[in-house]
T-cell receptor, first 115, second 112 residues
Framework: NAGVMQNPRHLVRRRGQEARLRCSPMKGHSHVYWYRQLPEEGLKFMVYLQKENIIDESGMPKERFSAEFPKEGPSILRIQQVVRGDSAAYFC?????????????FGDGTRLSIL | GDSVTQMEGPVTLSEEAFLTINCTYTATGYPSLFWYVQYPGEGLQLLLKATKADDKGSNKGFEATYRKETTSFHLEKGSVQVSDSAVYFCALSEATGNQFYFGTGTSLTVIP
């Protein structure tokens, strides 16, 4: 069984460019979460989505960041006009339900480097 | 708001030593508690969980008990191995809502 698949594993962008990070949840999972991990820090929640809906985006920066989870295809985290401070590891997680006792299953992350 | 505080690292132990990584939490209601492990270059893997007070989660020789009276969920292992070297994250899932809250992680290195 395939786990949570994220691509690319590594992404390099120059300041001002756009970064697109993709996440395919585990089979049967319709709940997707995005987190950001800065060096030497824990994971910070960004956004929670179900198919075609953003449920909670309280952790998303107000500008330049957006996320979607279309009916078909992977979830996308999009960062426009990237800046050096966007350099981080971005992790996607999925779960089959939104029940609080369900663990989230993580992908291997996308490591974004901004030149 | 809800939060998790984890023992700061890094922690270095000799093989077969006893491990404790402290984790305390602040939450309203009754959260679920988790320990995740992250190996270099990889994502987080669920290690164990506990969903109510006095539950003990266990896996691969690791254990943690959900202590509501002390709001703690300390991770323990009786005899660590070199292969246990990784970063360990304590996390809680809030009683209402959708968020997971993670500690800052504790890096463990086990030397032969």
């Amino acid at each position: 069984n395939a786990g949570v698949m994220q691509n690319p594993r590594h992404l390099v962008r120059r300041r001002g460019q756009e970064a697109r990070l993709r996440c395919s949840p585990m089979k049967g999972h319709s709940h997707v979460y995005w987190y950001r991990q800065l060096p030497e820090e824990g994971l910070k929640f960004m956004v929670y989505l179900q198919k075609e809906n953003i449920i909670d985006e309280s952790g998303m920066p107000k500008e330049r960041f957006s996320a979607e989870f279309p009916k078909e295809g992977p979830s996308i985290l999009r960062i426009q006009q990237v800046v050096r401070g966007d350099s981080a590891a971005y992790f996607c997680a999925s779960s089959p339900t939104a029940q609080r006792n369900q663990p989230q299953h993580f992908g291997d992350g996308t490591r974004l480097s901004i030149l | 708001g809800d939060s998790v505080t984890q023992m700061e690292g890094p922690v270095t132990l000799s093989e077969e030593a006893f491990l404790t990584i402290n984790c305390t939490y602040t939450a309203t209601g009754y959260p679920s508690l988790f320990w995740y492990v992250q190996y270099p270059g990889e994502g987080l893997q669920l290690l164990l969980k506990a969903t109510k007070a006095d539950d003990k989660g266990s896996n691969k020789g690791f254990e943690a008990t959900y202590r509501k009276e002390t709001t703690s969920f300390h991770l323990e292992k009786g005899s660590v191995q070199v292969s246990d070297s990784a970063v360990y994250f304590c996390a809680l899932s809030e009683a209402t809502g959708n968020q997971f809250y993670f500690g800052t992680g504790t890096s463990l290195t086990v030397i032969p």
